[in-house]
């Protein structure tokens, strides 16, 4: 059987469940390498993975016998095969954070389990800590993430759009076999102000403040990114915010390693913002790997500690009602501290 | 109060349901225009948009004064706030098939909520019908897709990957205005048999038949349209499954009207396909609008009839070890008939 579907059946044993019907394609694929329509069924005898017509053919070349996956093609189970597949099952897991509620009475009905059980996010936690290969592609999007940002800074003139930049860094990832991982954000000026502004038909101006926020996704793994830089020129108040943003990062990628409580590296950043008159608008960071975002969370809330070969996005910001300023890098945890996977300069980028 | 929001009060409590928690963003767009994150509570007395400090900004400049909703930011909010909205509620609504089970169970811990009630997608249902801004959007989306059509018949020459040919539709798409609605689909060859190939970097060659499922977001709403082309020659066989797809997208279009079963027409297609040895391997159709899949399915499970100002998509398609052959349009259902949105041309297109 392959090593992840062995891993996640010992951890659900572990929990007393003895079957497990998964229906996130982002976990099916993390498992399988199945990208397809279907649901993925751990029985007590069997893993069973259920699609149609319109995938059959392409899962089929996707899997090896190494896999031990069966593949049953919908149109050919009845009513009562369903009801068999976990019929000696005393709780049967399900994705509760993935299934909908009307979907999760449709399995209730459709497989009739009487214990149908949450299995508190079991695989998206095995996809928390990434193996070599996965750190290697993530490696290899940051890679490009940086060569494309170092190639933006010489590309953007005055006069150019928001639109235009992201459309000029969406073209050098496919250039670079990548595709952009989520929505790049340049927002320049006063649209700097909202952390998730979308780029505009706005012109780049003298004495711009612009956030580039930007990700690659490689054979399947994200990078994520965001620098903030000048045009022409830099106030000093803006340096004070730039350096508070920096120096704040830094403090958190100093605290990161195998351990780290996730509430209180959040906290210190929180409360180094609070003193200066600044609210963290939003989570420090996150995980990141299949998804951009994806767990753990890096906020206050988090009661969890980080481990090695986590990989997550520290991005502290502050806004103003003019301008915002925010600073993020793809890092991998370690045992004794961090690697910054994302290295594009942070010293003050002002560009002419 | 804007009419969409009195139009699902009205209809709530026709269901007796006194509140709704609105979760799913593009119900929460359609009906307030907000592009954010956050939850839209219908309450007894008020319509309440909570949100954090990262969009309060962008929302109340989304907002009128007749939209008749109070912006709330998350931050504000004690405990006991969520406990009373929706106190004096005999039944609270909330999206069945967009809140997950962990939401769900989440919701009703915050709220206090006795009596949280499924709304058979309300919203979505209000959404299948297009009001004269929507066919708009629609229609310019249509549009655009088929000009795109045109453009990239005279682009694609033998040797392009059918990635390069995804990668100029995109780039039109931007150019005109919008964006790829969904991953476009640029099938070749033996790739034509998935209906759902991902575009790859398999280069035409003669013989070859072409799938290009594509679509177009504009302003917010979508089109999509399937062409099968073929270069150079035409076997006979192909032909013969080409004018079998188009003879029964045709009977479809026919049917369609104000009140047309949604079952009798997919029933017609299927039988008919079925007679010929092929099996409709995915739905005939779907609804189309600020989702390229949307409410109505249109398939022969679906019990429903169509209505005046539907859009919905048609596209019977065969598939066999070796090739596919789909044919898509993007329709208005009318009082007496339909009206094809997209007009690109169904005969046999032939290019060298």
Redesign the interface.
């Known amino acids: 059987m392959n090593e992840r579907l062995r891993y996640i059946r010992n951890n659900l044993k572990s929990q007393n469940i003895q079957g497990m019907i998964v229906s996130n394609p982002v976990n099916i694929n993390y498992i399988t390498n199945i990208?397809?329509?279907g649901v993925l069924l751990l029985t007590l005898k069997e893993n069973i993975y259920i699609t149609?017509?319109?995938?059959i053919?392409?899962v089929q070349r996707t899997l090896t016998i190494d896999d031990e996956i069966i593949v049953t093609n919908r149109r050919d189970l009845s009513p009562e095969d369903y009801e068999n597949f976990f019929m000696f099952c005393e709780n049967v897991g399900?994705e509760?954070?993935?299934?909908?509620?009307?979907k999760?009475?449709e399995i209730m009905h459709l497989y009739k389990i009487h214990s149908l059980v949450?299995t508190e996010g079991i695989i998206e936690k095995q996809r928390q800590i990434k193996d070599k290969d996965e750190i290697r592609y993530i490696r290899k999007a940051c890679e490009i993430t940086d060569d494309c940002f170092t190639y933006i800074l010489k590309y953007i003139k005055k006069g150019m759009t928001e639109k235009q930049i992201a459309?000029e860094i969406e073209k050098y990832f496919?250039a670079s076999g990548g595709v952009c991982a989520f929505d790049t954000i340049v927002a320049s000026g006063e649209n700097s102000?909202?952390?998730?502004a979308?780029p505009s038909d706005r012109k780049i101006v003298s004495g711009d403040v612009i956030t580039i926020d930007m990700g690659c996704s490689y054979n399947g793994y994200c990078s994520d990114m965001t620098r903030t830089i000048f045009i022409d020129t830099i106030s000093d108040s803006l340096k004070k915010m730039y350096d508070l943003v920096l120096n704040n990062q830094l403090i958190a990628l100093d605290e990161i390693k195998d351990g780290t409580s996730i509430k209180i590296v959040s906290r210190i950043v929180e409360g180094n913002l609070k003193v200066n008159g600044y609210?963290l608008?939003?989570a420090l960071g996150h995980g990141i790997g299949m998804n951009v975002h994806e767990s753990p969370i890096i906020s206050a809330k988090n009661e969890k500690c980080l481990k090695e070969n986590m990989v997550i996005a520290i991005e502290p910001g502050i806004?103003t009602?003019n301008a915002g300023i925010r600073i993020e890098d793809t890092v991998l945890v370690t045992k004794n501290g961090c690697e910054t996977l994302t290295n594009s300069t942070k010293d003050y980028c002002i560009i002419s």
């Open positions: 990208d397809a329509e149609d017509d319109r995938y053919e392409k399900f509760e954070n993935y299934v909908t509620y009307a999760y009475k949450e459309d496919k102000s909202m952390p998730h979308v609210d608008m939003h806004y009602r």
